[in-house]
């Protein structure tokens, strides 16, 4: 939020989740093309913009580099990282599901289910398969066993095929049997009453931007904390929502006023933000 103090506007920037998922938030709002590599002090600094200590912002990027989500190279003195060719297509489906949220879809009565029983000894990629399916809108109906309204056949075929994981899962697709209340089905899978109430934060955390007068008097470094501040909380919705048929279920009553308040803010903070961007990462 922004608040003046003495003529000065000071800018909360209070993020959810963790340092790793910030750096990959800063990494797919500015960094074009995606192979373009970036100054390893500049992160840093930019991370402690929203309270991440120098410390756990070097051990933030290191485990990326670890894990395969970040490229590591050293010019001189200088270490610099990029994204990797897979951390690449995750944000390519990411900004697919961030900017197409919200949108009509025509195959709301076909559902996908999928089934697993990945081992215990394969516990990571049990975790990567969870996150990835609550991004594409997937919803837990009990252990192993997930369902989201529409086909998802191509995007679970590329996952299980990506983490080797054909061998111990079923994909099924298919239209609900009439004889079963939908709705019980539901709420076993989605928390629809704290999604309501994300969207309605979201709009009362960033609505005083949606005044222009309000977003001139931000600086280039405010402007990128709240256009950082404002994916980095919206890019949580797809994860959240499975934007289920609305002839099952209403829409959340916030999430147009939501989508549309990201979409301008996202546009009208972009170049301030990116300049201070380019500032801060040039060594």
């Not at 949606?210 to 994916?231: G, I, N």
């Not at 829409?251 to 979409?263: N, Q």
């Amino acid at each position: 939020m922004c608040n003046t103090i003495g003529g000065m506007a000071q800018v909360s920037v209070g993020v959810r989740g963790q340092p790793q998922e910030l750096v990959l938030t800063l990494f797919g709002a500015y960094v074009q093309p995606r192979s373009r590599a970036v100054w390893s002090g500049g992160l840093v600094t930019l991370l402690g913009e929203f309270g991440i200590t120098p410390g756990a912002a070097r051990v933030a990027l290191t485990r990326l580099a670890a894990r395969g989500m970040l490229g590591r190279a050293k010019a001189g003195r200088l270490v610099h990282y990029s994204i990797t060719p897979r951390t690449a297509g995750i944000l390519a489906e990411g900004d697919a599901r961030i900017f197409s949220l919200g949108q009509a879809r025509d195959d709301g009565d076909v559902w996908t289910v999928l089934w697993h029983t990945i081992p215990e000894d394969r516990r990571l990629d049990r975790a990567r398969v969870t996150r990835r399916l609550r991004f594409l809108g997937f919803g837990a109906i009990q252990d192993g066993a997930w369902i989201a309204p529409r086909d998802h056949e191509k995007e679970l075929a590329g996952l299980l095929a990506e983490l080797r994981l054909l061998d111990y899962a079923s994909v099924f697709v298919g239209r609900p049997s009439a004889a079963l209340d939908p709705h019980r089905l539901v709420a076993r899978a989605w928390d629809l009453d704290g999604l309501a109430a994300r969207y309605g934060e979201f709009v009362r955390q960033f609505g005083e931007f949606d005044d222009p007068a309000a977003r001139r008097r931000l600086s280039d470094r405010q402007a990128l904390q709240v256009h950082t501040q404002l994916v980095h909380t919206f890019r949580q919705f797809p994860s959240l929502d499975p934007e289920l048929p609305t002839d099952l279920v209403p829409p959340p009553p916030s999430r147009t006023g939501a989508i549309a308040l990201f979409h301008d803010l996202y546009a009208a903070l972009a170049p301030s933000a990116q300049r201070y961007f380019e500032q801060v990462t040039s060594p």
